[in-house]
């Protein structure tokens, strides 16, 4: 028997179908819709996708205390950008539980972040494209999540 795999995938990458019947979900969960025809409907996607689907597909937001999110970030090795970023995970009230960064070639070091995610901390995205937007940050990917 094969083990379930996990793929995180930027939202301009999905097929529409998926959006929609997340977007389903949503207005399910919210109460604006009862029933999984209203939803259906609404968003424009048929019954059969939405039970299809909606199983294997959630908002990354989505979070259960104590999951575990891993980030890999290269960064300039400069004063502050570290604490830069440490100051942004503690601003969305993520906990850190593991934290290593290499040694820095040609001034670049790869920084590796385990973060648990609780209940009171903010968007997970959001707080990823903030640090994407800082112009040490190389490249930051979420190689993880569990």
């Given at each position: 028997?094969e083990?379930?795999?996990y793929y995180?995938?930027?939202?301009?990458?999905?097929p529409?179908?998926?959006?929609?019947v997340?977007?389903?979900?949503?207005l399910?969960?919210s109460?604006?819709?009862n029933?999984?025809q209203?939803a259906?409907?609404?968003?424009g996607?048929?019954?059969s996708s939405?039970?299809?689907?909606?199983e294997?597909?959630?908002?990354?937001?989505?979070t259960?205390?104590?999951?575990?999110v891993?980030?890999?970030?290269?960064?300039?090795?400069?004063?502050?950008?570290?604490?830069?970023?440490?100051?942004?995970?503690a601003?969305?009230r993520?906990?850190?539980?593991?934290?290593?960064?290499s040694?820095?070639?040609n001034?670049?070091a790869?920084?590796?972040?385990?973060?648990?995610?609780?209940s009171?901390?903010?968007?997970?995205?959001?707080m990823?494209?903030?640090?994407e937007?800082?112009?040490?940050?190389?490249?930051?990917?979420?190689?993880g999540?569990?």
């Amino acid at each position: 028997m094969e083990q379930n795999k996990y793929y995180v995938v930027k939202k301009n990458a999905l097929p529409e179908v998926l959006l929609k019947v997340v977007e389903a979900k949503r207005l399910l969960d919210s109460g604006k819709v009862n029933t999984v025809q209203e939803a259906v409907e609404l968003t424009g996607i048929s019954r059969s996708s939405f039970y299809k689907y909606k199983e294997d597909i959630f908002p990354f937001h989505e979070t259960e205390k104590g999951q575990t999110v891993t980030l890999v970030i290269q960064l300039d090795d400069k004063p502050g950008v570290l604490a830069d970023i440490l100051n942004k995970i503690a601003q969305y009230r993520a906990n850190i539980l593991t934290i290593h960064q290499s040694i820095p070639l040609n001034g670049i070091a790869t920084l590796t972040l385990s973060l648990e995610v609780m209940s009171t901390t903010g968007n997970i995205s959001d707080m990823v494209d903030e640090m994407e937007r800082q112009n040490e940050i190389h490249y930051l990917k979420i190689v993880g999540r569990g």
